[in-house]
């Protein structure tokens, strides 16, 4: 069964947005991607089952998002099928005193917020990161020293194992987090997260929002599409400070510059390609190698080919 077909047999019984040929730079806070050749927002578990059961069925390459703002993907786009978890599927539920089950499309910042308003502490210091409860999770996303995985005792996950679904629950131990990753691979789908969260003071944990957040606002491009930070720290160092230090801020390939506030973003300009950012990339590798002997490891996912430009 091709993707077209894998779209054909949703038609019907599939009640969230269904499309061909969608333009993933709409679903990227970089703004860049080529299409999906099928894109599915599924409007709740049934759905996501049902699709994923399409998609075992076929030969469809299979790539699930949240917010999109951790990858680049290739201006060909992606030649399988798409499936993104919004608020629709996006529900938070307080099972215990300071326990919360959450749905993987629900908003970081809606939980962030969620959490503050009912005097639970334990995510304040992750304010202000975008995406979705199950794209942190799954990368293990992290600011001030905090990361999510240290919240997290279970995560609901459906898997493609051939051509079956499973459905299982995976422990915070058995998740495996450590910096900004996991144990979970591509066709594992995060979709709901349990967590525990600890007694905190409504007003203190407010003011340490606004200050979090009044603290990316200084040091982030905000402004400008990006996907956050491009690389991953190496062990005691700074991705940033060592791009700082080789003096590529503001250092362009066609419409993606390295930005001028926080060396380790790259911004798009208006129409940069993810090509221009692949090659951006690239040379920005080459510099920190050649002048601090680093070398620098990506944070953000790439999607599909992109290349990279060597000239
Ligand atoms: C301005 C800005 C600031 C940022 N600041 C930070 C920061 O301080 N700290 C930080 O850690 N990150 C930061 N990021 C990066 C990014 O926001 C986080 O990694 C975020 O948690 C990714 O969530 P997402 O839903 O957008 O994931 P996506 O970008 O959609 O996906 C990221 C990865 O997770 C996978 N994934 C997504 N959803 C699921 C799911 N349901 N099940 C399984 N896998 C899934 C995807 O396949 C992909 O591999 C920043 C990004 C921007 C643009």
């Not at 998609?55 to 786009?77: C, H, I, K, M, P």
């Not at 993987?104 to 975008?130: K, Y």
């Not at 203190?204 to 979090?212: P, T």
Request: aromatic share 4%.
């Amino acid at each position: 069964m091709s993707v077209v077909e894998v779209g054909e047999r949703l038609r019907g019984r599939f009640s969230g947005i269904l499309g061909e040929a969608v333009p993933l730079a709409d679903y990227t806070t970089f703004r860049i991607g080529g299409p999906a050749a099928l894109l599915a927002v599924p409007r709740g578990k049934e759905d996501l089952a049902a699709l994923m059961k399409a998609v075992a069925e076929s030969d469809t390459r299979f790539l699930v998002l949240g917010g999109g703002s951790n990858v680049l993907v290739s201006d060909a786009g992606f030649d399988g099928a798409v499936v993104v978890l919004g608020k629709d599927l996006g529900g938070i539920e307080r099972i215990a005193k300071y326990e919360v089950y959450v749905e993987g499309g629900c908003s970081l910042n809606r939980l962030v917020e969620w959490a503050i308003e009912r005097g639970l502490s334990g995510l304040e210091d992750l304010a202000g990161i975008p995406g979705s409860v199950a794209g942190a999770v799954r990368m293990n996303a992290g600011a001030m020293g905090c990361e999510v995985g240290e919240r997290v005792t279970e995560v609901d996950v459906m898997s493609l194992a051939g051509r079956e679904v499973v459905a299982r629950r995976v422990t915070g131990e058995e998740m495996g987090f450590s910096y900004r990753s996991c144990a979970l691979g591509d066709d594992d789908v995060i979709s709901g997260v349990r967590l525990r969260l600890k007694e905190g003071d409504g007003d203190a944990l407010r003011s340490r929002r606004r200050e979090v957040l009044a603290w990316r606002r200084e040091n982030q491009p905000l402004r400008q599409p990006s996907a956050g930070s491009v690389f991953r720290n190496p062990p005691g160092m700074s991705a940033g400070e060592l791009i700082d230090r080789c003096g590529l801020k503001g250092m362009r390939v066609g419409e993606a510059m390295v930005s001028k506030k926080h060396a380790n973003f790259i911004v798009n300009l208006g129409g940069a390609s993810a090509l221009d950012v692949r090659t951006l990339m690239a040379r920005v590798k080459q510099e920190v190698m050649r002048a601090q002997g680093i070398e620098l490891d990506e944070e953000i996912r790439l999607v599909g080919e992109i290349g990279e430009d060597t000239r």
